[in-house]
Structures are given as C-alpha cells and as structure tokens.
C-alpha cells in the first residue's frame, strides 16, 4: 500500500477464529458465507501494519506474540516472520502505535522477562488504556506484558497520549475510544491521499451491513458505536482508504455511497 511517499505494509501475527457470537447475540452466519466458513467461523488475521516514512519506521500493533489464547481462538507468533520478509529486524523499528492494550496488539512489546523486544522504539498508546489495564489491572493484556509496561513506567519511549497527536512525518494518532477508553487509530497522510489504520474500533466491514453487529470486546458498547458511525463517515471521502486490524486478509478499502452504503476494495 503506497500513501503518496509513504509505504504500509500489512502483516498478520496469526489468526482470529471468531464465531457470529464474537459480534453479538444478534449476529448469525446467515447470508454471510463470505466471511464464516462451513463450521460457522470466521478466520481473520491478527494484524499489523509496518509504515515506512523517511528514517523512521513505524509499527502500528504488536500482534499477539508467540502464544496462544487457551481456547485456541487466537494463535500468534508471526510478526516478526514478516518483518523480516520485508527487511527489517526489530532493532530497524523507531515507534510502535498501540491502537489498543488488548493481548492481540501488544504481545511483542515485551519477552518473558519484560525486556523489550523492539529495542530502540518509542511505545504510543491511549493514556485511558494505560488506566485501563496496567493500573486498573484488566486481565486482557498478557502479565508479563503488563509487568514490561510498568517496570519501563519511568521511560522516556513509553508515550501515554489523551489527545490527537502526530507520532512521524505524516503519521498521526487520533483518539477514537470506545472499543477501550484509550483506543487510538492511525491516519497516514502523504500528497493528498490518506490511509486510516482502524485499529479494533471497526472489527470487520460486515459491520458497515449489519449495524447492531457490535464486538463483545467494547468496554464502552454505545460510545465505541458513536466512533464506528463516525469512522464510516470518514471513510466515505474518495482520498482515503482504511483497514482494521482483522479485516479479512487485512484489505484496504472504503465506503462507497450510492442506494445505500457499501464497503469497496
Ligand atoms: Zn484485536
């Protein structure tokens, strides 16, 4: 994906399998053979998004890391095969964006024994998740992840951000909360054409279709709705293209209005 001088380039970390139950009580695989499979399960990438711009190169999500989630639904361990197909080793990464502290985005910030695993980056994430889970204790983000957080609390590369904020030459942060108080997402911006990096604040463009299909993820369900609703709209303008981080194959696409309004790749 190329965003006028600037490069993205998506990788998967593993796999989601998420059931219709992942979208709510209200969702159903009915109609949506394109995206469950015969046993009713969605396979979605764990994904994140390398952006080139000038010297810097900046990571936006941490996937989940070398493990897996005990019921299987989610299996890491790919990150840093991919960055290393595209030439880069973690030493290479100067920022890493965390849209979120969900363990599907952060699983590689940190080894077992809370050292970094991307030596020389800068860390950005919502001041709100930062509350959220490392001192409100959330179980959702990996312990020894939490444990890496709060043992580098005092370091300058560790950035807390609770406003709009450029991170990188046309790479900016936007709060965009809902999903977690402090979820953020990325806009891309280089020679008039703009790229949104979701985050989990849309899980999957069958929401655009099914608008009461929510994620059992969001800790704020009717703000994180307002943020979807005003993300769409973003994503009707004809210089921009946007992708989640489950989308399926990680695609870029955009909202396209005609009769009604429809997702486009
Ligand atoms: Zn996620």
């Not at 936006?60 to 890491?76: C, E, I, Q, S």
Request: charged share 20%.
């Amino acid at each position: 994906m190329q965003v006028g001088d600037i490069v993205i380039n998506a990788m998967s970390d593993g796999t989601f399998i998420a059931g219709p139950g992942y979208f709510g009580d209200g969702a159903s695989v009915d109609g949506h053979d394109d995206l469950f499979d015969r046993h009713g399960k969605a396979w979605l990438p764990i994904g994140c998004f390398l952006i080139r711009s000038g010297a810097r190169y900046v990571l936006v999500d941490a996937g989940m890391g070398p493990t897996r989630t005990p019921d299987g639904d989610l299996v890491g361990g790919q990150l840093l095969v991919g960055l290393r197909a595209v030439g880069i080793q973690p030493s290479d990464i100067t920022d890493v964006v965390c849209t979120h502290m969900h363990g599907d985005h952060v699983g590689w910030l940190f080894d077992l024994e809370c050292r970094p695993i991307f030596p020389h980056a800068t860390i950005w994430f919502g001041a709100g998740d930062w509350r959220h889970f490392i001192e409100g204790g959330n179980p959702l983000i990996q312990d020894h992840i939490r444990q890496g957080f709060q043992e580098h609390a005092g370091d300058t590369r560790l950035r807390p951000i609770d406003e709009d904020m450029s991170v990188a030459p046309g790479i900016t942060a936007i709060q965009t909360p809902g999903h977690t108080p402090g979820h953020l997402c990325v806009v891309v911006s280089s020679d008039g054409q703009r790229a949104l990096l979701l985050g989990d604040a849309i899980t999957c463009p069958v929401q655009l279709d099914e608008s009461t299909w929510h994620s059992i993820g969001d800790v704020d369900p009717a703000l994180a709705d307002r943020t979807r609703q005003r993300l769409w709209r973003e994503l009707e303008g004809e210089d921009i293209t946007g992708a989640g981080a489950h989308f399926p194959e990680l695609k870029f696409g955009r909202v396209l209005r005609g009769s009604g309004r429809r997702w486009w790749t």
